[in-house]
Structures are given as C-alpha cells and as structure tokens.
C-alpha cells in the first residue's frame, strides 16, 4: 500500500507507437527509429516492471510486450529471446500511457499573452518526457481558429493531441475577447466539432467574468448538438451565477469541473464536512478534474479533500508556461503531490489513465489490453524528503 507522505513520482521512459526515447536509469539515452521487420516476435518487451493496469486489474510484476505498435502480450515471464529489444524495468512502476485532460498546447500562432499563442506550449516538449502520451488542449481554440491549430500543432506533433473546442469562436485569447457572447455560438462551435469526431472531445468555458450563465449554457448547449461533454473553469460563486446552481442545474451528467482544488469557491462546510451539493454533483455524474494550472491547486483545499474522501475523476495538469515554470511543473509532480495528501497509487494511475479516456469517450486509450495502441509509460516512485508548493507557494513537506 502506497499512501505514504513520501514519494516522489518520476518518469523514466514513456513509449509511444515506434518512435520513442528511452532514457534509462543510469542516464544513458537510446533514442530508437522506425524499424524494419526482424525475426523476433516482440519489438519491445518491457521487463520485470510492477505493472498498474486499472482496466485490466492488473497490478504485479509482469512484462509487457509490444508489436507493430500494439500491446501484444501482457503477462509474468515473457522469455527475452522473443523480443528484438528489451527494456529492463525492474523496480519501476509500468503504467498505460499517461492522459492529460488539460493542456494548452496550441503555440506559435504569434497572438501575446494568449493561450492561443505565446502562453501555450509546445505538446512533444511537455508531454513524452512527463509519462504523458495523449494531451487534451482544453479550449485554446475555438470553432474559427481550429483549423489551424490542427494543422500547425495536432497534425504535426508525436504527442496525441485531442482538443475541446472554446465555446468563445476565436479561442482562449485573453481579455475581452473571452467576455465577448457575440463570439459565443453554440450551432457553430457543434458543427465543427462534429466534423473532427475523436479529435474534438468536448467544449470548453472559461475565464467569464459576468454574473450571468451566457458562457457556460452556451457551451452546454454545444456540447449537446455534438454530443460530447463540456468543461468548465468557473469563476468566483456569487449569488447572482453560484457554485451550487452550476453543479446542480447548468451542467450534464458527464460534464466536468476543472480547478476541483481551487480556493475560490466553498467545497467543505464550517464543520469540514463536504457542502451537500457536492456530494449531489457527483451522484448525478458531474466530474471533478485536477487541472491544477499556475494557481489553481491549493493544499488547504486538496489534503482535506482527500482526507474525507473527495477525490478527482481525472488527474490533470493545466500545463501552460506560467504552471510549468512554476509549482505546478510536470504530470508526475502534480501527481506526486496528490500521493503526499494521501491519495493511494493505483488509484492515481486510473485516474490519468482510463478514467479521463472514458470522460472524453476514448475507449481505446488509457489501458493495456492486447491489440490497443502501444502507449507505455515507466515511472520510478523515490523516496526520500520532498516539498511541494501549492500555487501560493505554500510548501507541503513529504517525507518517508
Ligand atoms: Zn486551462
């Protein structure tokens, strides 16, 4: 049992389809091409790791081996000679391919202090070298720039990059232009969608400082014509646009509340307990996602969370460039910290694997059954003493 206030997790290798980095324990670095065919029966075979596979139950010491970029065998003493190379993974932890289901991604546009431009990063320099194979940008851009997101980032990156679509047609631009309803079309924002099934994965509102439901209905109602999910980053709860009204009446079963760990709205009671209309949230199937961004996790919120039980549906980063500078920095550390509020391991790896897959209906990611597409990832829990900051830079000691 891992619980332990102490671990830092780190990844050492993260595979995806055939072109891959290998960075081994010692430091040496083996970058592996596109091969040709070969008589072994295995291209991979990832050895003697501790394997966490959610879906599949699985958690021990096992191998994994891989073919033509597909999982072909998980099982204990998969005989090396069968396999063109061998990873040798003991004492590491193997997991399906890390999923992120909040990133902004969608760089190189030239726009400033916009995460449709110069605050997005870059996914193959974020996301391979953090365990994680799939990202979703959620809402860097809207219904109009799409396009060019897909090709100057989707189409070109070596990172699956899925997308939610900003219900503000010309994205996640900053100021006004995320204020502006007159962009907000709800028929549009589907119609394109609906044009990139799989890709497009949901709808996204954000940053709407009015103390109306405009932004948020208008997603909703977007994420009904395409029949995807929606997920909001809510404001401030006031009385006029509150937490509980969102929770109980704006949102779908399946839509999702990014920022769960955030200080600005109520999630406990004076008396620690956790706020009714949370508890009613989750019963009719509301989502609760990490996204813990630049400022968006706090300590005071998540220990006790997770302390009386209030746990995340997925784990997520928010990476940008502000939050990957700062406290926020990888998937492994944000997931590291959750490990030191008290969150169990396995239960950590399914919620950035086939938990947030099946939130964006991707049955096919998150998990290692035979035939599904070879995403791996080796991570290393260290022990020792840790401090993690929070987004006020609160530090939380981890120690053991
Ligand atoms: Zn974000």
Redesign the pocket.
């Known amino acids: 049992m891992f619980g332990a206030l102490a671990s830092r997790l780190q990844t050492m290798i993260s595979l995806r389809k055939v072109l891959f980095s290998v960075v081994l324990a010692s430091g040496a670095i083996v970058v592996l091409g596109p091969h040709a065919a070969w008589a072994q029966e295995y291209t991979v075979l990832v050895k003697g790791g501790h394997v966490i596979d959610p879906k599949n139950n699985r958690d021990g010491v096992m191998d994994v081996a891989i073919a033509d970029g597909k999982i072909a065998r998980v099982a204990p003493n998969i005989p090396e000679s069968n396999a063109k190379m061998t990873v040798n993974a003991r004492g590491l932890y193997v997991t399906p391919g890390l999923v992120d289901l909040?990133v902004?991604v969608y760089a190189g546009t030239g726009e400033a202090d916009s995460?449709a431009g110069d605050s997005s990063i870059y996914p193959d320099g974020y996301a391979v070298r953090s365990g994680v194979t799939t990202v979703v940008d959620?809402?860097s851009s809207g219904w109009k720039n799409f396009p060019d997101f897909k090709s100057r980032v989707i189409d070109r990156a070596m990172t699956r990059v899925l997308a939610m679509l900003n219900i503000v047609g010309s994205g996640m631009g900053g100021g006004e232009t995320e204020q502006n309803t007159d962009d907000m079309d709800a028929a549009a924002t589907a119609k394109v969608a609906k044009q990139y099934p799989g890709i497009i994965v949901g709808v996204k509102s954000?940053h709407y400082r009015p103390a109306n439901w405009i932004s948020v209905d208008r997603a909703v109602e977007a994420g009904r014509l395409a029949g995807i999910p929606m997920m909001v980053?809510f404001g401030g709860s006031v009385p006029e646009r509150s937490f509980e009204d969102l929770v109980l009446n704006h949102l779908r079963p399946g839509d999702i509340v990014?920022h769960m760990y955030v200080r600005r709205y109520p999630v406990f009671g004076p008396d620690g307990n956790l706020l009714q209309h949370m508890l009613k949230a989750r019963e009719r199937g509301v989502k609760f996602d990490v996204?813990h961004?630049n400022t968006s996790f706090s300590w005071q919120k998540a220990i006790h969370a997770i302390k009386i039980g209030w746990l995340p549906d997925s784990i997520s980063t928010?990476a940008?460039v502000r939050s990957t500078l700062r406290s926020m920095k990888d998937f492994p550390t944000v997931v590291s910290k959750l490990l030191a509020a008290g969150l169990p391991l396995k239960a950590a790896i399914e919620m950035s694997t086939v938990a947030p897959a099946k939130i964006i209906s991707r049955p096919d990611l998150g998990h290692l059954d035979v035939g599904a597409v070879a995403d791996v990832t080796v991570l290393r829990l260290n022990k020792g003493e840790y401090g993690f900051p929070d987004g006020s830079n609160v530090r939380y000691p981890a120690t053991g």
Request: charged content about 15%; proline content about 0%; aromatic content about 8%.
């Open positions: 909040h902004h995460f959620a809402g954000a980053d990014t996204g961004g928010d940008h």
